[in-house]
């Protein structure tokens, strides 16, 4: 079955980075795209950016670009997305999400809390 | 941005009752429009895509309408599983954007 296993929740300083990694399983990664997908204490859900798993070719949201990255690791079926710069703001639980065939986010990562504290 | 607004916020509703989610985005995004529940402390749930098709093994009592700016999200007898919050996500642009989200309560 599909899965996408994120790494754990994560406490970090102003001005830090954070890396946040997916794990796939139960499907070709190659085959698939992923995406990232943020969700602030009381806000909506943010769109973030994406990854071509198969060729690496990355979009990110213009709100996070240069601050964010994303990569992949085929050979461990791995994504990671990498915020710069972190600050207060950016405190989230942090998703990972499928883009299926024909279908937006169809399997969701279990979610990573991050917290940017001083 | 394409901006996503849902209404209402919060709704208050029995088991048994049938309800209606409304999302309207500020311009035409034809029919790439999902809805999602999501639980607390969980990842969101695909219930519907394309406006109005249901993601496999979602309840036939889910059901969406709608095309261009204005889309409803239905449920048609609501169960006690169902109270939640409810999403709809545009993905005809991007960037992809979220509704603010309804929250689905127990009256």
């Known amino acids: 079955q599909v899965q996408l296993v994120q790494s754990g929740a994560e406490v970090k300083r102003p001005g830090a980075s954070v890396e946040v990694s997916c794990k796939a399983s139960g499907y070709t990664v190659t085959d698939y795209a992923i995406h990232w997908v943020r969700q602030a204490p009381g806000q909506r859900l943010e769109w973030m950016g994406w990854i071509n798993a198969g060729n690496g070719n990355t979009r990110y949201s213009q709100r996070f670009q240069g601050r964010v990255t994303i990569t992949r690791d085929t050979s461990a079926s791995t994504v990671y997305m990498e915020v710069s710069s972190l600050r207060s703001e950016d405190t989230a639980t942090y998703y990972c999400?499928?883009?299926?065939?024909?279908?937006?986010?169809?399997?969701w990562g279990q979610g990573t809390l991050v917290t940017v504290s001083s | 941005d394409i901006q996503m607004t849902q209404s209402p916020s919060t709704l208050s509703a029995s088991v048994g009752d049938r309800v209606t989610i409304t999302c309207r985005a500020s311009?035409?995004?034809?029919?790439?429009l999902a809805w999602y529940q999501q639980k607390p402390g969980k990842a969101p749930k695909l219930l519907i895509y394309?406006?109005?098709s249901l993601e496999s093994g979602v309840p036939s009592r889910f059901s969406g309408s709608g095309s261009e700016t204005e889309f409803t999200l239905t449920i048609g007898s609501l169960q006690p599983d169902d109270f939640a919050t409810y999403h709809c996500q545009q993905y005809n642009t991007y960037p992809y954007t979220f509704g603010q989200g309804t929250k689905l309560e127990i009256k």
């Open positions: 394309e406006a109005s």
């Open positions: 311009q035409s995004i034809r029919s790439w």
């Open positions: 999400a499928r883009v299926g065939l024909g279908l937006p986010f169809d399997y």
